[in-house]
């Protein structure tokens, strides 16, 4: 079992920044992948941000490409969503999740088996 705890979500205007940080406990030394997704009022959740074990590849999606990035700390067990020229559009609640699966879809819901409780992030405009 893993538990994920996701923080550093809040109000920040439109052009500001935010890290968020997710951190792992439990069996964190089986995880393979960890990503970032959001879920916006009405929305179905979406992919935003993957980082495989090592940190040697990252994927983001093309809505946050440039703006985002994702790093992890394997020594803190922690992974984090440096967020940059932020909009309003970014406005959802964040979930943090892990993988065990190095065959995993990086953007896909159902190839992570973990996820914390989510941090809200909001942009003002």
């Known amino acids: 079992q893993v538990q994920l705890v996701e923080s550093g979500g809040g109000l920040v205007q439109t052009g500001g920044s935010l890290r968020l940080s997710c951190a792992a406990a439990?069996?964190?030394?089986?995880?393979?992948?960890m990503g970032w997704f959001r879920q916006a009022p009405g929305k179905e959740r979406e992919f935003v941000a993957a980082?495989?074990?090592?940190?040697?590849?990252?994927y983001y999606a093309d809505s946050v490409k440039g703006r985002f990035t994702i790093s992890r700390d394997n020594a803190k067990n922690t992974l984090y969503l440096q967020m940059n020229s932020l909009k309003p559009e970014d406005t959802a609640v964040y979930y943090c999740?892990?993988?065990?699966?190095?065959?995993?879809?990086?953007?896909?819901?159902?190839?992570?088996?973990?996820w914390g409780q989510g941090t809200q992030v909001t942009v003002s405009s």
């Open positions: 999740a892990a993988t065990y699966d190095s065959g995993y879809n990086y953007n896909i819901r159902a190839s992570y088996d973990y």
């Open positions: 439990g069996r964190t030394f089986s995880i393979y992948a």
């Open positions: 980082i495989n074990k090592s940190g040697s590849r990252t």
